[in-house]
């Protein structure tokens, strides 16, 4: 018989395989560990799999604004890490926003580098902070504002029932 299995129903084989087949025949305690560490893993995965390109469409969306509304902040200011930032806003801050189910390798890529972009744009704000650029602040609240959700909206979506095993 031919089937088509879903993503998350391989997933869960998986659990039901490391459960059923690799837990029993474990002896050695740090061994065990990991399995059930691989279990949680896997739990994890399941859950964020339904939201993960929506996500990543999203934040898309949201960082290139983030990218805008930070150039606007840092307006009047005439330094070399604001105009970085202008610029990286003229460029990658002016991508068309993606509607919801594009082809997932363009947004994949466009993602990463808007990633990068905010990730350069926090060391050019650390600089404008240190020299006392008050603007600099509200711009980087504007990033933290983005982030924030962000990094909720992970852990929401991988927190496991058992939680996670460590390992020592």
């Known amino acids: 018989m031919n089937t ?17 087949d690799i837990l029993p025949n474990v002896t050695n305690a740090k061994a065990y560990a990991t399995a059930m560490m691989m279990q949680s893993l896997i739990q994890g995965i399941r859950q964020r799999l339904p939201v993960f390109e929506a996500g990543v469409v999203e934040e898309h969306n949201q960082m290139t604004q983030v990218l805008r509304d930070m150039a606007a902040a840092l307006s009047g200011v005439a330094t070399p890490e604001a105009d970085r930032i202008r610029e990286r806003a003229a460029t990658l801050g002016q991508l068309p926003d993606l509607p919801l189910k594009p082809e997932w390798q363009p947004i994949e890529d466009a993602h990463l580098q808007l990633g990068h972009a905010l990730e350069e744009s926090f060391t050019d704000l650390d600089v404008l902070q ?30 496991l029932g058992g939680g996670m095993i460590g390992r020592g």
């Open 130 to 159: 240190r020299a006392g650029n008050a603007q600099a602040e509200v711009a980087l609240t504007i990033m933290r504002t983005h982030l924030g959700p962000r990094y909720i909206r992970e852990v929401q979506s991988f927190v």
């Open 4 to 20: 088509n299995p879903k993503i998350d129903d391989l997933l869960e084989g998986l659990i039901v395989a490391i459960a059923d």
